[in-house]
Nanobody, 126 residues
Framework: QVQLVESGGGLVQAGGSLRLSCAASGRTFSSYAMGWFRQAPGKEREFVAV????????YYADSVKGRFTISRDNAKNTVYLQMNSLKPEDTAVYYCAAGTPLINAQAMGVREYGYWGQGTQVTVSS
């Protein structure tokens, strides 16, 4: 069982940066790949990034590649999403998730993740 709590969201101007954190409870955190998803109003939840259990492999959505960086600290049971060069279209509720997908396009599916946080709002103003 893994419980996830996101933090770090907020309001930022276009071109700015934010770092999201996702704190996990449970001793099995390091067994899971960790993903970030986002959902804008009226849209489906979409994949942002995923990191393997060891942190050695990552995979990103094309829309964020080169701007966002996912990382994790297994000693702190925390996964991060560093978001740079933010755009208004990045505005959404951001969710972290734990699962066991392969670290490739398979990780883009929401069904690959069994545990979800409640989300944190990110708003980027133009």
């Amino acid at each position: 069982q893994v419980q996830l709590v996101e933090s770090g969201g907020g309001l930022v101007q276009a071109g700015g940066s934010l770092r999201l954190s996702c704190a996990a409870s449970g001793r099995t955190f390091s067994s899971y790949a960790m993903g970030w998803f986002r959902q804008a109003p009226g849209k489906e939840r979409e994949f942002v990034a995923v990191i393997s259990w060891s942190g050695g492999r990552t995979y990103y959505a094309d829309s964020v590649k080169g701007r966002f960086t996912i990382s994790r600290d297994n000693a702190k049971n925390t996964v991060y999403l560093q978001m740079n060069s933010l755009k208004p279209e990045d505005t959404a509720v951001y969710y972290c998730a734990a699962g066991t997908p392969l670290i490739n396009a398979q990780a883009m599916g929401v069904r690959e993740y069994g545990y979800w946080g409640q989300g944190t709002q990110v708003t980027v103003s133009s």
